[in-house]
């Protein structure tokens, strides 16, 4: 694997909003890592997967709503934790629950995970990630089949297998994902996870007591179906990805598809439900 890689550096304005929804338009290509800056973001490419026409099908560059601005530079060798010890923070939910990196200090938290980071996924992945843990913190997934589906790091399956759920299923289209998965699974000693490359097209004849869904609004809305195909009766789905003005939206394909609102949780206009079957 080449060590040399393409680093662009954007200024955009307004700069959350905007930081999100680049990452998730510049994921969908060879860019395979993020960090956050005070002005925007930093993505990286692999040079052998560089080409000068990478960014043509990115729509928010030519979006009236945000100002974008971008740099740059041939990078020798990027070293990730240098680059994550300057921009990750430890997750900290509740008391309860730690997200750490191995150069943070150890907490007496109840469910301490350990991530070994090489890759950011902007101020979104923290705010969804910390509703989605609040809401497993509060559910009993003791002896619950779950599936974490766009696992990402498998922050979540991880937590639920420490709250006694299994078996886990946890699926990421992402190459990247699915390997780091695996590594994190085995880095906090998870015996019940087992991670698949792929999206909801690998749910076919499956069931499950808990279904995890962090992911975007449309994948929800495309993938709602498949998730409540799945669903066990009495079971329970978590889901997150998405801000407050897609509430209605995705609630009315949730209850729809016969599925009851619990609860939610929001923080900083990021949203997550809760449904029962």
Known sequence: MSNIYIGYHFTIEPKELGSEILIAELGETAFESFTETETGISGFVQKELWDEQILEDIQILQSAEFKIEYTFEEIEQV??????????????????????????????????????????????????????????????????????????????????????????????????????????????????????EGDASLLINQKYDLIIANINRNILLNDMQSYVNCLNAGGTLLLSGFYEDDITAI?????????????KFVRNNWTSLKYVN
Not at 85 to 102: L, M, Q, T, Y
């Open 79 to 196: 070293n990730w934790n240098e680059e994550w010890e300057k921009n990750f923070e430890p997750i900290d939910v509740d008391g309860k629950c730690h997200v750490r990196a191995p150069f943070h200090p150890k907490t007496e938290a109840e469910f301490d995970i350990l991530i070994e980071p090489k890759m950011s996924f902007g101020t979104g992945h923290h705010e969804t990630t910390h509703m989605m843990i609040q809401h497993l913190l509060e559910t009993d997934v003791t002896g619950k089949k779950t599936l974490d589906m766009g696992c990402g790091t498998a922050i979540l399956a991880i937590l639920a297998e420490m709250k006694g759920a299994q078996p886990i299923d946890a699926i990421d289209i992402d190459n990247w994902c699915y390997l780091n998965s695996i590594e994190n699974g085995e880095r906090n000693n998870c015996k019940h996870i087992t991670v698949c």
């Open 251 to 263: 609630d009315a394909c949730c209850t729809e598809k016969g599925l009851t609102y619990v609860k």
